[in-house]
């Protein structure tokens, strides 16, 4: 199709509007029903700030501010604009990126609107997301809910589907899709996925998972109607009728001169509000217009500067239409793309084939509740202005769209251009608007001057790191060819090369590769050269991450495309491995079904029932109240840190290039008595502030104060930090320079491991060595999804309440103590749960808490802060990294005879829990038998914010150092990894030897038979035989599969419990455990109903209310960490329980001898309280020291598929076997193992948390950032919680889950080495010299980039001339 010239045609016009209504003066709207009229509102308030200040409803939660978690997606219902169409629509959106004022006259419904414990009911959502063990922090679950309303609601609408009694109208495929956009850090998404498809109209409910409303049996011929046992759900109770509550549309737009909110009618009210934009504004104040339609851009390109003028371009009718003709259609630059997506699935036209593929290209760009209120034209503009990275600019290059833009000043102009000459355009101006965007009917013009025997074929790709998208693409393709079969093969008419996303500023045709290509028969040769012209035409800007990496990706994609019709691609590739290109099948489910075997005991009952966790159901329906939740006291302030951005620099000045604050507190404001203390452990303490010098880029540096989170937040943004570097030494950023500089934090004697053996001796009996290999492990951050926050409030006599989110309250009312000066009795700290911890909010919650405090002391007002996830990323320091060089001596059939390590442990600037980590290290490390063991570790002080524990610190890294030991082994032995394992296993006394007490009885030692029966469970040799058979015949995917154990030892350590019973028989029990999501209070309430059972006054466990951490009610709470909390509460109240019992046993049965007749619960209690027997219990258990120390086992067989030409890994399949003893609760265990085991995914092979040069996070963001999402989790995921009997020791013979299944995930980095080790055997066979040794290290994370790199970057190249020199 020829281009067309530039021109300045007017558009059409549009059909006349009907009379708008008159404007009122406020902005009117709904949610959950309630009417708010608000008067006055700053225009760049988003609805989530409105709806946690100003409404009741708080389930909406503030996780990232970019659109990118999930956490805070609420349902927008509102009047179709189309008056055509008298219909209401309803869609997702995120509420903190959604302007307050663009949802006048709309209804707002959040997971509170759906039902609650104070309507006295749950809707059918939040009851099977608490049965099916779907939520566990509960932070994510609001939304993770909405997201799954809004597709059961529109699902609905589909009159094509039949309905089914019990179910909606949705499909397996979507209800997974469904949250595919929701971040979820605790379960592992399984659960959430089973509870989302049990609304599913084609699921098979015996497929779905553990669950509260039935029971697997197993080998049961019994045939039950389980759709009976789900709570009820049809449409017209908990759908359509829930909404059409809360509908209650106002008419008119919003004033515009009140609300600075102007929303033009026609193209001509939009050129003048244009035009009132004088030059000299421009010059004085810069861009002071924003025209919005959903203002998605700004969790991009976060903005801090304020506008004179918001313009809501959505109701120009040219601009929100779409209009069909002859030659294509036309969309309104305004629609959203999931009506850009909707329209082209539906479109009848003769290229169906292109527009559906655009279409399902579409579907991964964001998340559906982005997608709902991003527009096509917004996200053009921000990749011609800005250079944004954008998919759809590609799609449009490739099919010669065409755009209309509005330029100019006096006149303004329509201009319509092609894409390629709008993205070359310089940026467009302030005011210049895109108008529409024009995609051809290719079919119908190409084929006008092709041969009959031609067919047009297009495809679309990307390479991202998730695969459903909500992720930037490393590269992005999309290509449209017309070609021909010929007597001498396949024939190219005509071709367009579209590649964007790859470094450079904007998308781009290969235009010498279309040359070179057009008129060409295919043939390895055309081939050949084609993919060489690719790489000099896709090159990444200077500076571009993985520049060679994205160059490569175009060369695959292309030749992917071309080998489509050119008959080279195996079935297999075409059936299921076209994972980028826009033909994939829509209704293909991401997670096949599952087995979960859980064993319940009776023996303590309830103890061992698979009870649902306490407080889910509250969770699911908004009501659970986190501390950001908590209503702002009067007069309360908000705060932010300040932070360096450099290490080891002098601090000159402080200023602001915003308004100035409330007030700046640094260490000057520290009373006279006070400590600048931050945070405290029994080794060391580190500063609240660094006052006059900066130790690290991140270092806290001060904490502004205003009236608003907002305000505070800018304020910290805006502050301009004077650094002086003049005679300093440069900083130490690496732990070779903390070598060379002698920086270490020294390792206290009783916590340095000891060696094992004799090394010397081990290396002279082996038959082979392997000299100083090396391997280096990266950090990971927490990523829990609600942020550090907290809440000061000042009291009488010089106290101070603070509510934190943090793992250890009583450590946090020790530092605000001696911060401020006053006794810790003056200081009370509450935690009620934590939205995630994961070792997060241990230690570093502290100064947050602590800064909160001393502002709070200093101004005598309420204080709170909840900092944003940019700098909770800076601040949180993270996993340790560290640098490992080994030798290691073998025989020849892999028994390893001795091994040393030199390791090199990144602490950061202070201790925190550092000391900690050389010995966890080892610890797992040693669950081999390594003969003789020795080692050098060193704890590095550096210049970088201070690591600190992290779910599995120093463990995950010692379980995996082991692993890449063995993998090594037998690389050089050319022999099976898994025989490498198996012949190192202990056996019990070599445990003994290298474990000690913690190794107990040899009954206890149960890996010995896990090994063997997640082999058999798994089928794990017959599938290896299978894997090798698979490789040998498909060329561009390599699957890997292998089985790794974990030996993981763990601590008891002592808790303090209490038990109140009160005059109703109702009983509270307080625990110095921290509810994190991971059941601690769940398993409480289970053992105090077993404990208090055994006084037979009939059930109590309903009587039974956990409460609140509060330092002042109950003393030496601890720290909650290490997996062991859960049973250490749980016998610090079983312990209390005893107490009670034996004070109400002699009164019950005094009762019963007196009236004759067994005594119920609530009289004894009465008549207890009336014989003044004592009913409040306090305890504090100490393990014993010969066996506070115990080993826990598993294993775990994954198997995974690496696509060659991309790097992609998708995870098949992981069966999971773990020892929880006789497990407390077997649902809530399981969940802890699986979501443990996702978040190693993310350590492994997905997560990158990266510095710049200074040490400065860099990935401090959902864009660059990414934690696995239901999409790169197993697609089959099995586990079995292993009931391994009674165990004398252990608390009710129950064993901990909370980390060590997470060094089971190394399992799937050990499978993906094996799958890239088969890729490197083939490179060999085709004659490659470089990059084919057996012998590779696979760096953690084996991101994308790094697989493609190790199956060879040139892969496509070296294939080609295989087959060139064959011919030859």
Known sequence: MDKPENSSLQPPPPPPPPPPPPPHDRLIFTVNGERFEVPEVDPSTTLLEFLRTNTPFKSAKLGCGEGGCGACVVLLSKQNPNPNLNEIEHFTVSSCLTLLCSVNNCSITTTEGLGSSKDGIFHPIHERFSGFHASQCGFCTPGMCMSLFSAIINSEKNNNRPSKPGFSKLRVSEAEKSVSGNLCR?????????????????????????????????????????????????????????????????????????????????????????????????EKNGNRIKLVVGNTSNSYYKETEKYDKYIDLRYIPELSVVRKNSSGTEFGAAISISKVISYLKQRNCESDFICSKIANHLEKIGSEFVRNSASIGGNLVMAQRKYFPSDITTLLLAVDSTVTILTGQHPRKHEKITIEEFLQKPPMGPTDVLLSVHIPFIGQTRNEGSNLNSRLTFESYRASPRPLGNALPYLNAAFLADISETENGVLVNYINLAFGAYGTKRAKRASRVEEYLCGKILSAAVLNEAVEL?????????????GAYRSSLGVGFLFQFLSTFWGDLSDYFKKSLLLEGSDRSKNIEMLSSAKQVVESSRDFFPVGEPMKKIAASIQASGEAVYVDDIPPPPNCLYGAFIYSTKPSARINNISFNSDTPTAVISAKDIPEKGENIGSTTIFASEPLFSPDFSRCAGDRIAFVVAETQKNANVAAKTAVLDYDTRDLDPPILTVEEAVERSSFFEVPPFLTPSNIGDFDKGMNESDHKIINAEIKLGSQYYFYLENQTALAIPDEDNTMTVYSSIQNPEYAQIVIARCLGIPEHNVRVITRRVGGGFGGKAMKAIPVATACALAAHKLRRPVRTYLDRKTDMILAGGRHPMKITYTVGFKSDGKITALHLNILIDAGVTEDSSILIPHNIISSLKKYDFGALSFDLKLCKTNRTSKSAMRGPGEVQGSYIAEAIIENIASYLSIKSDDVRTVNLHEYETLKIFYGSASEECVDYTLPFIWDKVAESSSYISRACLVEGFNKSNIWIKRGISRVPIVHELILRPAAGKVSVLWDGSIVVEVGGIELGQGLWTKVKQVAAYALGSIKCGEIIDKIRVVQADTLSLVQGGLTAASTTSESSCEAVRICCNLLVERLAPLREKLEDEIGIPVNWETLILQAHFRNINLGVNSYFVPDSSSSRYLNYGAAVSEVEVNILTGETRILRTDIVYDCGQSMNPAVDLGQIEGAFVQGLGFFMQEEYLTNAEGLVITDSTWNYKIPTIDTIPKQFNVEVLNSGHHQNRILSSKASGEPPLLLAASVHCATRAAIGAAREQMKSWGAVEGVDSSFHLDVPATMPVVKQLCGLNVVETYLQSLIALDR
């Not at 609304?199 to 019994?222: C, I």
């Not at 690719?534 to 993985?546: F, L, N, P, R």
């Open 186 to 282: 605790c379960t592992g998404y399984r659960p959430i996925a089973d509870a989302c498809k049990s609304f599913a109209s084609d699921v098979d409910l015996e497929d779905l998972g553990v669950n509260s409303f039935w029971r697997k049996k197993r080998d049961s011929t019994e045939k039950v109607n389980l759709s009976r046992l789900l709570p009820h759900y049809n449409p017209k109770d908990h759908a359509s009728s829930i909404l059409k509550n809360g509908h209650n549309f106002a008419s008119g737009l919003l004033k515009s001169d009140k609300h600075s909110w102007y929303t033009p009618l026609t193209i001509e009210e939009l050129q003048m509000l244009l035009s009132q934009r004088s030059d000299r504004t421009v």
């Open 534 to 546: 690719v790489k000099s035409d896709v090159v990444s800007d200077e500076g571009t991450s993985y």
